[in-house]
């Protein structure tokens, strides 16, 4: 079956570093499924942060990157200068595509940002 | 725009009881899911709502895990009868469609059962 399969946590880097969470998947039922990544900081709910619906593009929301490479199926996060706001779970998704209902999240990344 | 609300936000149960938990999706929205969080886990998909019609009913949660949506506006979550290994934050999410559309999430329920 699909899963995805992310960079074990917990995570801490110092503020203005660079961060790299990595992200895999396996799509057994659809060739280019469409990969997210969602966010849950302290006391919120969880939330999209970005999303790439075609293999080769790249994603980008608040400083953060993720570029959809199908020849190694990979999905990783990447920040170049990460801020004490980033502290956050932040978790990658593969949904299967219009007509199909299934939506794989991997177990989530706890990252923590020192000031 | 209201987001997706879910109640309680903490319960507490006895091993052995039945217990209901709710959600309002986004106003309009087409799909509503029921996930499970665990730490082990992660998110577990428990039910799959499309245009009210029960798409995807857990398969190994199907026996004391019981999803419904009365109308367009409101589903509940039944646990029957409940057990420990049940504690864990349930989310309820909602989307405008499947796969390529993104879930708004609720902020979840947390369920400890003794």
Known sequence: GDSVTQTEGPVTVSESESLIINCTYSATSIAYPNLFWYVRYPGEGLQLLLKVITAGQKGSSRGFEATYNKETTSFHLQKASVQESDSAVYYCALGEGPGYQNFYFGKGTSLTVIP | ?114
């Open chain 2, 1 to 114: 725009d209201a987001g997706v609300t879910q109640t309680p936000r903490h319960e507490v149960a006895e091993k052995g009881q039945t217990i209901i938990l709710k959600c309002e999706p986004v106003s309009g929205h087409n799909d509503l899911f029921w996930y499970r969080q665990t730490k082990i886990q992660g998110l577990e998909l428990l039910s799959y709502f499309r245009s009210k019609s029960l798409m995807e009913d857990g398969g190994a949660f199907k026996d004391r895990f019981k999803a419904e949506m009365l109308n367009s506006s409101f589903s509940t979550l039944k646990i029957q009868p409940t057990e420990p290994k049940d504690s864990a934050v349930y989310l309820c999410a909602s989307s405008w469609g499947t796969g390529t559309y993104e879930q708004y999430f609720g902020p979840g329920t947390r369920l400890t059962v003794l």
